[in-house]
């Protein structure tokens, strides 16, 4: 299996955010376990392989062909060592809450410039105790500027009234999401709170749905009228009214509601059965929303992999970062410094203070907000 279908080979984004919502059957055993190593270890292997691909020119199979008689073990050495000098993208931190994973990549270049990272998980499923709903966030400063990511999976259902449970999922996660202060110098911002950051990013399954029947919901997909499908998304309606997300932002949607599919197809679920039972309003349950100054969307879009039920939902954004360092001032004047995050590239803004260097650079974030198939291997 490949990401490629996630992640664009000719992306330049400077860090990847990728959120997932249920690499692991949701059963009694995993909701029992917050961490199952084996699924989260084949998937930071697997954004490994597509962020640092590598493409062999001619030119390396011929010295291959040259090479032919060294030794089996040296050859093995070297070529690893050729893979590892050529990683573009290193791994930052990935986090599992039993099906909810988040995993941050950033540049080479940029890594020596990450700091003060930490990590911050709330369960909000059965009973408000398991971890089968809920979010992962990662906190971290780039230079001076704190970022803060939270991949969610918030309550499902599609009754009248599951959106005020969603509401109060989001309610209890900026409420009891905390970050420890780590670094005590006064002059130095140390985020406790999602909101305290200063570039915040909110990805995943937030499973709001749209207050149409089937039928009603079916008959304006066919008609690709969405404006008036957009006017009875649930997460629209509630941010409008001010009951949740008061204060952040999202991009206009022109892409396909990305939930529910039949499996391996590209037909909503239920629409070829004639049972009321298998049927499932399609929504935009997966969704990318920010919070912050200085943050523009570059682009906002769904991706058509088969992987699961839902389909991919991608966003890519240019992010302001404030660098204060004498020694950088002659390396960002000469050139654009990006970082890129779940979804890319003006030209950095200078201003230049008395006491010291004061730079604005614009940095590109990739996010990937994507319910995933909990067996990969059948997907391999």
């Given at each position: 299996?490949?990401?490629?279908?996630?992640?664009?080979?000719?992306?330049?984004?400077?860090?990847?955010?990728?959120?997932?919502?249920?690499?692991?059957?949701?059963?009694?055993?995993?909701?029992?376990?917050?961490?199952?190593?084996?699924?989260?270890?084949?998937?930071?292997?697997?954004?490994?392989?597509?962020?640092?691909?590598?493409?062999?020119?001619?030119?390396?199979?011929?010295?291959?062909?040259?090479?032919?008689?060294?030794?089996?073990?040296?050859?093995?050495?070297?070529?690893?060592?050729?893979?590892?000098?050529?990683?573009?993208?290193?791994?930052?931190?990935?986090?599992?809450?039993?099906?909810?994973?988040?995993?941050?990549?950033?540049?080479?270049?940029?890594?020596?410039?990450?700091?003060?990272?930490?990590?911050?998980?709330?369960?909000?499923?059965?009973?408000?105790?398991?971890?089968?709903?809920?979010?992962?966030?990662?906190?971290?400063?780039?230079?001076?500027?704190?970022?803060?990511?939270?991949?969610?999976?918030?309550?499902?259902?599609?009754?009248?009234?599951?959106?005020?449970?969603?509401?109060?999922?989001?309610?209890?996660?900026?409420?009891?999401?905390?970050?420890?202060?780590?670094?005590?110098?006064?002059?130095?911002?140390n985020p406790e709170k999602i909101i305290d950051h200063d570039?915040?990013?909110?990805?995943?399954?937030?499973?709001?749905?749209?207050?149409?029947?089937?039928?009603?919901?079916?008959?304006?997909?066919?008609?690709?009228?969405?404006?008036?499908?957009?006017?009875?998304?649930?997460?629209?309606?509630?941010?409008?009214?001010?009951?949740?997300?008061?204060?952040w932002k999202e991009g206009k949607i022109y892409f396909a509601?990305?939930?529910?599919?039949?499996?391996?197809?590209?037909?909503?679920?239920?629409?070829?059965?004639?049972?009321?039972?298998?049927?499932?309003?399609?929504?935009?349950?997966?969704?990318?929303?920010?919070?912050?100054?200085?943050?523009?969307?570059?682009?906002?879009?769904?991706?058509?992999?088969?992987?699961?039920?839902?389909?991919?939902?991608?966003?890519?954004?240019?992010?302001?970062?404030?660098?204060?360092?004498?020694?950088?001032?002659?390396?960002?004047?000469?050139?654009?410094?990006?970082?890129?995050?779940?979804?890319?590239?003006?030209?950095?803004?200078?201003?230049?203070?008395?006491?010291?260097?004061?730079?604005?650079?614009?940095?590109?974030?990739?996010?990937?907000?994507?319910?995933?198939?909990?067996?990969?291997?059948?997907?391999?």
């Amino acid at each position: 299996m490949n990401l490629n279908d996630f992640l664009p080979v000719d992306d330049e984004s400077d860090i990847y955010v990728l959120g997932f919502q249920e690499i692991v059957p949701l059963n009694a055993g995993n909701l029992l376990v917050t961490e199952v190593r084996e699924p989260a270890s084949k998937w930071i292997c697997i954004v490994d392989q597509s962020l640092n691909r590598v493409n062999f020119s001619s030119k390396d199979e011929s010295s291959e062909e040259e090479e032919e008689d060294d030794d089996e073990e040296q050859d093995d050495q070297s070529s690893a060592a050729a893979l590892s000098s050529q990683d573009r993208y290193i791994h930052i931190v990935s986090k599992q809450m039993v099906g909810i994973f988040v995993t941050v990549w950033a540049k080479k270049e940029l890594v020596h410039y990450v700091s003060h990272l930490q990590i911050s998980s709330v369960s909000r499923g059965i009973m408000g105790q398991f971890g089968n709903k809920g979010c992962v966030s990662v906190s971290m400063s780039l230079h001076q500027t704190t970022l803060c990511f939270i991949c969610s999976h918030l309550a499902s259902g599609e009754k009248e009234g599951d959106e005020l449970r969603r509401n109060s999922d989001v309610k209890e996660i900026l409420k009891n999401t905390r970050f420890r202060r780590a670094c005590r110098n006064r002059r130095r911002r140390n985020p406790e709170k999602i909101i305290d950051h200063d570039r915040v990013i909110w990805l995943g399954d937030l499973n709001y749905r749209i207050a149409l029947s089937y039928l009603e919901t079916k008959k304006l997909l066919e008609d690709n009228n969405w404006d008036a499908l957009l006017e009875k998304d649930q997460l629209r309606t509630e941010r409008e009214a001010g009951r949740v997300f008061k204060g952040w932002k999202e991009g206009k949607i022109y892409f396909a509601p990305t939930y529910k599919y039949s499996d391996n197809s590209d037909s909503y679920s239920g629409e070829n059965s004639k049972s009321k039972k298998k049927r499932r309003t399609p929504a935009w349950c997966d969704r990318i929303l920010w919070h912050g100054d200085n943050i523009i969307q570059l682009s906002y879009v769904r991706g058509e992999s088969r992987l699961s039920d839902h389909r991919p939902v991608f966003a890519v954004f240019s992010v302001e970062v404030e660098v204060i360092d004498d020694r950088l001032r002659k390396d960002l004047s000469a050139s654009n410094m990006k970082v890129g995050v779940e979804e890319l590239l003006p030209s950095p803004k200078h201003s230049f203070h008395e006491k010291h260097v004061s730079l604005q650079t614009d940095i590109d974030l990739f996010l990937v907000a994507s319910s995933s198939s909990p067996d990969i291997q059948q997907h391999k």
